[in-house]
């Protein structure tokens, strides 16, 4: 069973960074592509970014909105993805959620239970 | 930029059919944009349904289907039963290689 679990969420001050991680547990991590989707309060989703496995070329794409602040990363060797997030807005306020991608389907396949990021001053 | 529109609700009686929409301000949506939906419940993670237009994810009832109507992708519940009362998202796949969700739909089943 594909178990993915977020952490690192919490207050942070705008202007601030925050690095949350996600820890793959069921599948083969090195070869999943993994996403971060995220969703305002009361709001609906947004897709923040999606990085490819290292299979194929490791490509890493990014929504306008977070491109230039966020960074994707990956540690196979640990099944962990990460989101480094820099330069906060009150704006990123969400719970974010990690996902695998269906490669070939472009579809966000499991979804972890999210991590609430608040920013706040 | 691209914007993703779906109604903002439906009310649907247990039992009958509802269909949602998932439209592209840019143009028309053809299963090239490999239209996907979601279903959420309250504090809830999203639950693939639908993915690559028409393919029910594993573990989906086969009330659930995914087709292009006209320009759109949509989204057909058959036979709607208390539990699909949700929001529901369609995410489309963008040839920039990145991915944009629509707006969401309420469904209400009463």
């Known amino acids: 069973e594909v178990q993915l679990v977020e952490s690192g969420g919490g207050l942070v001050n705008p202007g601030g960074s925050l690095r949350l991680s996600c820890e793959a547990s069921g599948l083969t991590f090195r070869d999943a592509w993994m996403s971060w989707v995220r969703q305002a309060p009361g709001k609906g989703l947004e897709w923040v970014g999606r990085?490819?496995?290292?299979?194929?070329?490791?490509?890493?794409d990014y929504a306008a909105p977070v491109k230039g602040r966020f960074t994707i990363s990956r540690d196979d060797s640990k099944n962990i993805l990460y989101l480094q997030m820099n330069s906060l807005k009150t704006e990123d306020t969400a719970v974010y959620y990690c996902?695998?991608?269906?490669?070939?389907?472009?579809?966000?396949?499991?979804w972890g239970q999210g991590t609430l990021v608040t920013v706040s001053s | 930029q691209t914007v993703v529109t779906q109604e903002p609700s439906f009310s649907v009686s247990p039992g009958g059919t509802v269909t949602l929409t998932c439209g592209l301000s840019s143009g028309p949506v053809s299963t090239n944009y490999y239209p996907s939906w979601y279903q959420q419940t309250p504090g809830q993670p999203p639950r693939t349904l639908i993915y690559s237009t028409n393919t029910r994810s594993s573990g989906v009832p086969d009330r659930f289907s995914g087709s292009i109507l006209g320009n759109k992708a949509a989204l057909t519940i058959t036979g709607a039963q208390a539990d699909d009362d949700s929001d529901y998202y369609c995410?489309?796949?963008?040839?920039?290689?990145?991915?944009?969700f629509g707006t969401g739909t309420k469904v209400t089943v009463l």
């Open positions: 990085f490819k496995s290292k299979g194929n070329q490791a490509t890493i």
């Open positions: 995410a489309l796949f963008m040839d920039s290689g990145t991915y944009v």
């Open positions: 996902t695998t991608v269906k490669a070939g389907a472009a579809c966000f396949d499991y």
